[in-house]
């Protein structure tokens, strides 16, 4: 070996030759787990059920580079919420927080973790895990490590405004908000109208409109489009209901289906859900949702 090889050698830090050694051994197992996930069938599920250590404690395995290990975790979250939603398991995604968890530990600063963390973890089965309490941990973790970042105190508000239908916190954290650096003006605005207002529609659909608008993943997105449309199908189901008790009133007897209404011209034609499904009247006289609908009221609850 040459003396500029010598030289070449000494300047590879110790720290450098385990990275190399750790990348290496990954790409080794990448062939053995797709063969293991191969032999395995219906149990691959198990694999899932790991002990998850904390990220503090892979914060030493990490050799200075948290942040890519952050990123690999968090590929490993949003690859695990598709995979569980997609096959439709149950809608449990028992390893959303803990994974999470490792995620913003590795790096506290990634923070659309904490905003997608929040939605998914506190979202009702099967669009989510249906864990509110979860998610208010995850954020409050997030705003001590980001506590200038307005987002993280409306996502905060947001979990006790629609899970908790706690009205009075949701306004307080709003307004604590609307005082960090860069916060949107409505922000000071809605805290008022939760506050007096609490949970009404309008409020509701716009705090789903700025979710949507500021979505930062496609499933959030998705979310929120199952939510908004929730919301319009209970505001026309509502409506509908005010039509057929007119028509009760006036007919002396219920409604048996909405062509009655439409004989009279209470409405011009068979109304539809956001979905595209038209409405029923159920057996206790009131408007259903039809066969096949896409449109998930229980997310009101």
């Known amino acids: 070996m040459s003396a500029a090889s010598l030289r070449s050698a000494r300047r590879v830090s110790p720290k450098q030759i385990c990275w190399v050694l750790v990348v290496l051994c990954l790409a080794a197992l990448f062939p053995l787990q797709k063969r293991i996930d191969g032999d395995i069938g219906i149990y691959a599920k198990i694999s899932d059920v790991l002990y998850i250590p904390p990220g503090t404690h892979l914060k030493l395995l990490c050799l200075g580079n948290e942040g890519l290990v952050a990123d690999i975790y968090w590929t490993r979250v949003v690859q695990y919420f598709g995979r569980e939603h997609m096959e439709g398991a149950g809608g449990e995604f028992r390893l959303l927080a803990p994974l999470l968890r490792i995620t913003t530990e590795l790096d506290p600063q990634l923070l659309v973790a904490y905003r997608f963390g929040a939605i998914f973890v506190m979202a009702k089965q099967p669009i989510g895990a249906g864990d509110p309490q979860a998610a208010l941990q995850l954020l409050r973790r997030g705003i001590v490590a980001n506590p200038n970042y307005w987002q993280l105190w409306q996502d905060l508000g947001f979990v006790y405004y629609w899970e908790l239908h706690d009205y009075k916190m949701a306004a307080k954290i709003f307004a604590v908000g609307s005082n960090q650096p860069g916060a949107h003006y409505w922000l000071k605005a809605l805290a008022g109208t939760v506050a007096a207002k609490g949970g009404d529609f309008e409020t509701s659909r716009f705090l789903w409109s700025e979710i949507y608008r500021n979505a930062e993943t496609e499933a ?17 189901m ?64």
């Not at 959030?220 to 026309?236: I, N, P």
């Not at 409405?267 to 595209?276: A, Y």
């Not at 029923?280 to 009101?300: K, M, P, R, V």
């Open 220 to 236: 959030v997105r998705s979310t929120a489009e199952y939510h908004l449309a929730a919301l319009e199908a209970k505001e026309q």
């Open 238 to 301: 509502g409506q509908l209901n005010d039509l057929l008790e007119i028509y009760k009133q006036k007919s002396g007897h219920e409604a048996h289906s909405f062509s009655d209404l439409i004989a009279i011209r209470l409405i011009r034609g068979f109304p539809v859900d956001p979905s595209g499904v038209p409405y029923l009247i159920g057996a206790d006289g009131y408007t259903a949702l039809g066969q096949g609908s896409q449109i998930h009221l229980h997310l009101l609850q």
